[in-house]
Every structure is written in C-alpha cells, then in structure tokens.
C-alpha cells in the first residue's frame, strides 16, 4: 500500500503563487511517473504536469510557463510551484503516482481558490 499526503493549497489572490507538495510513504521501490491533477466544480479531473523517471516534463496548456513541476531530493516528494494563478485555477489538486506494474496512488487532494 502506498499513502500520499499532500499540502500548501489554500486562498491565493490573481496574479499570486503557491507551492503544493506531496509526499508518499508505504512500499515503494521505483517510480515510473508523478504528477499533478485538477477538478474543478463539474468538471472532469484533468493532467495539469508529470514527470517521468527520466526527468521529462509535460504540462497542460493552460498552464505552460505559469507553473513548474519537480521531483524532490527525497525519491518520494513532488512539487508544483504554481506562479501567475488565475481564478480559472480554481480546483481540488491531486497527487498522482504510477508505479511499476500499472499501480497508481492518489492523494486525498488539496483545495487551491484564486479570487479577489
């Protein structure tokens, strides 16, 4: 089992910044992928980033050049550094990871609200 905490959303203002991070734990010996998902109110649950193993980076359009995912100096930890959010950011953001074997974990989520 693997368990995924994740933290540092929160009320921004427009044009403000935040840093999510996520940490896993449990029985994990190799990470394929890690990423950061959004679903807003009604929406579908989109891919927002990833990053692979290898070191390669994929983003959402809406969010190229605003926001930066990195994998931490820990195997274990991610980040999403988000800059120049927008109210349209608005949603619960979600930790994923892939594991080897078409495993995947899923964070509890953390609610991030741009507004003014």
């Known amino acids: 089992q693997v368990q995924l905490v994740e933290s540092g959303g929160g009320l921004v203002q427009p044009e403000g910044s935040l840093r999510l991070s996520c940490v896993a734990s449990?029985?994990?010996?190799?990470?394929?992928?890690m990423g950061w998902y959004r679903q807003a109110p009604g929406k579908q649950r989109e891919l927002v980033a990833k990053v692979t193993s290898s070191g390669r980076t994929n983003y959402a359009d809406s969010v190229k050049g605003r926001f930066t995912i990195s994998r931490g100096s820990a195997e274990n930890s991610v980040y999403l550094q988000m800059n120049s959010l927008k109210p349209e950011d608005t949603a619960v953001y979600y930790c994923?990871?892939?594991?080897?074997?078409?495993?995947?974990?899923w964070g509890q989520g953390t609610q991030v609200t741009v507004s003014s």
């Open positions: 449990g029985s994990i010996f190799s990470i394929n992928v």
């Open positions: 994923n990871l892939q594991l080897p074997g078409g495993a995947a974990a």
